[in-house]
């Protein structure tokens, strides 16, 4: 066994201002396990709910939230679309805000779901009420850490159904952790709601890899986070893009911008974002678990490290594609190798959660509030939200 965060007890923990943070990363294997007992004591009344939205099938689907919470429908947008067979968009609730007429252009029925940390941040019940102005069939599903937040006492004329996730998922350090995990997982298992009693196993081996990657592999990390490294890139495809995204943010919030941090897909690297590689650059791999796609992420580690600039190391997160070196490794799923790529997704974010813990400690930043300035909190203040403008009337009519 060789745990991250091993070396702190929690004097230490309170000692450097990560008494929140470090404990929420480590309990994410239990909060999933808590996750799906929350989802089944909701089951008949989510899935009564679900079955009537999916009636029509000409209803939309629509993923929503901000920051760590926008990149939840990133990962999920794919499997919602193959499951449930509809349109299926991850909009974030910062563009429906600014761009309604954009975002609803067509007045298309729609299951607007909703996901929210706080659920007290501006856009969050902003971008409900556009979508009531803009739209007249929606239907709301609001998945929140937080019973006391705003969206979760929304009201509106159209149908709301607002599932609350455990109090462990409500994160108290500033960076969005358990809560990011849980809530994609929460939405997972709601691709498939008649499924979820037979979903535990699954949950289960989840648990397990993210259990082996925290507790088992953490030597890896500390390696990783003790060298100098001033950029980070994150790549992954599919899925497992959502998840690059908000790993590049993750280490990025909690080393308080000190470390730069870029995301992409594994083609779409090549397009001009390879020109950020430099010798202080860390490079983590999210691969997928499928074979016609390993083959492109091959590939393109292959081209990487045969560069004239390399960067500083390479992390694998899955096994065979990249050999430990003293410039690399990899972090083994172990039997979560065979995970769907979704689920893959929840436990790549895992490492740089690890990794934006310790380089924040190492630059003397507090992770549960990296940012002395204050520049980012834990719930985003000082927006105000306009009026939209009056737009033509063979649209949509006023949006309000």
């Avoid at 252009?105 to 803009?134: K, N």
């Amino acid at each position: 066994m060789n745990p991250v965060f091993a070396e702190f007890d929690r004097p230490a923990q309170q000692a450097l201002h990560a008494a929140h943070t470090m404990p929420e990363i480590l309990g994410q294997p239990d909060l999933w396990l808590a996750t799906w007992q929350c989802l089944m004591e909701a089951a008949r009344p989510l899935n009564d709910f679900l079955m009537l939205a999916l009636a029509d099938r000409g209803r939309e689907i629509v993923l929503t939230g901000a920051g760590s919470s926008a990149f939840i429908g990133e990962l999920l947008q794919g499997a919602f679309a193959r499951k449930t067979g509809r349109a299926v968009r991850a909009v974030p609730t910062t563009d429906i805000v600014t761009h309604p007429d954009e975002c609803f252009a067509h007045d298309a029925p729609t299951l607007l779901i909703s996901f929210a940390r706080s659920g007290s941040s501006p856009e969050s019940v902003a971008a409900l009420e556009r979508a009531d102005a803009c739209l007249s069939d929606v239907m709301h599903l609001i998945i929140t850490c937080n019973a006391e937040g705003e969206l979760a006492q929304y009201s509106s004329r159209h149908p709301v159904y607002v599932l609350t996730l455990p109090t462990a998922a409500n994160d108290k350090g500033l960076a969005m952790t358990g809560s990011f995990t849980a809530m994609s997982l929460a939405g997972w298992l709601l691709c498939d709601p008649r499924g979820l009693p037979r979903a535990e196993a699954r949950v289960e081996l989840l648990a397990d890899t993210a259990r082996l990657i925290l507790h088992e592999q953490g030597e890896v990390l500390r390696h990783i986070a003790e060298l100098d490294f001033h950029r980070a890139v994150v790549l992954g495809a599919g899925p497992l893009r959502g998840a690059a995204r908000e790993s590049h943010l993750k280490m990025q919030e909690l080393t308080n911008g000190a470390v730069m941090c870029s995301y992409d897909s594994f083609l779409g690297f090549r397009h001009g974002p390879k020109a950020v590689i430099d010798e202080h650059t860390l490079l983590i791999f999210l691969f997928s678990s499928r074979p016609d796609l390993r083959a492109y992420e091959q590939d393109l580690v292959r081209e990487i490290a045969a560069g004239s600039v390399p960067g500083l190391f390479h992390l694998g997160v899955g096994d065979g594609l990249i050999a430990r070196s003293s410039s690399s490794a990899t972090l083994s799923l172990g039997a979560g190798a065979g995970l769907a790529d979704e689920e893959r997704a929840i436990c790549s974010v895992l490492p740089a959660q690890v990794l934006g813990v310790y380089r924040a400690l190492a630059l003397g930043l507090s992770p549960d509030n990296p940012s002395p300035s204050g520049s980012i909190s834990r719930v985003v203040r000082g927006v105000t939200i306009y009026p939209c403008e009056q737009r033509p009337a063979e649209r949509l009519g006023e949006c309000s």
